[in-house]
């Protein structure tokens, strides 16, 4: 049984980022602001033959995903990074929310529920988009640093499809312990499936979901 506190039960809401709060992936308008134009479609050149093969779905997401983070990013300072993140959170995001998204996100606040995001977008700029929204804990793809730089692998698993179940159950259990929240969930892609699975109440793509 959930439980309760005052009378009222927990409550936990998470938030797939890319298309659900967002209007559209998120990922690639920021390496644009942070390479500029030509040097980011010098990087999708490198990386056509593993994004081409994960299009025809011959190779996976994160092995994809793993290359095309590699190139764009191995050898960039923190500071580079930071200064570049800090200008995409306070001046593109604001145009990327999703009313609806948005709209539900605020509802849960304003009712004390805790909210996550959980996307498979990276850390480069997620915990300040979760600053931004004041939400609860950020579950993201982390990527690697080392003696100041950007290494461009991948510091945790792509938090995608099954790796978002098992992020959200880790955070579940480290903030609530024996207890059991209801969990909402929101999600836009069959990447989202396993998480809203795991929730009492899922929406996919605005609408009421049903496994």
């Known amino acids: ?30 390496l644009r602001r942070l390479l500029g134009t030509p040097t980011l ?33 191995a050898g960039r300072t923190v500071d580079e990074v930071k200064r570049c993140a800090q200008a995409f959170v306070r001046e593109y995001l604001p145009l990327q929310w999703r009313p609806w998204a948005m709209h539900q996100l605020v509802q849960h606040q304003q009712q004390g529920h805790r909210c996550v995001l959980i996307s498979a977008s990276t850390s480069l700029y997620m915990h300040l988009a979760g600053q931004s929204l004041g939400v609860d804990a950020v579950l993201c793809t982390e990527m690697e640093v080392a003696d100041g730089r950007y290494t461009g692998r991948m510091a945790t698993a792509n938090c995608h499809g099954e790796e978002k179940v098992r992020r959200l159950q880790a955070w579940l259990a480290t903030e609530f312990d024996a207890s059991q929240p209801v969990l909402h969930a929101y999600g836009d892609t069959s990447g989202d499936r396993p998480m809203l699975r795991l929730a009492s109440v899922a929406w996919y793509r605005e609408k009421p979901w049903r496994a």
């Open 1 to 30: 049984m959930p439980e309760a506190v005052n009378g009222k039960p927990l409550v936990v809401a998470a938030f797939d980022f890319d298309g659900t709060l967002t209007w559209r992936d998120t990922l690639l308008p920021f």
């Open 41 to 73: 479609l010098w990087v999708l050149l490198m990386c056509s033959p593993w994004l081409i093969a994960y299009a025809l779905r011959l190779t996976s997401n994160h092995r994809a995903k793993a290359v095309l983070l590699q190139a764009s990013l």
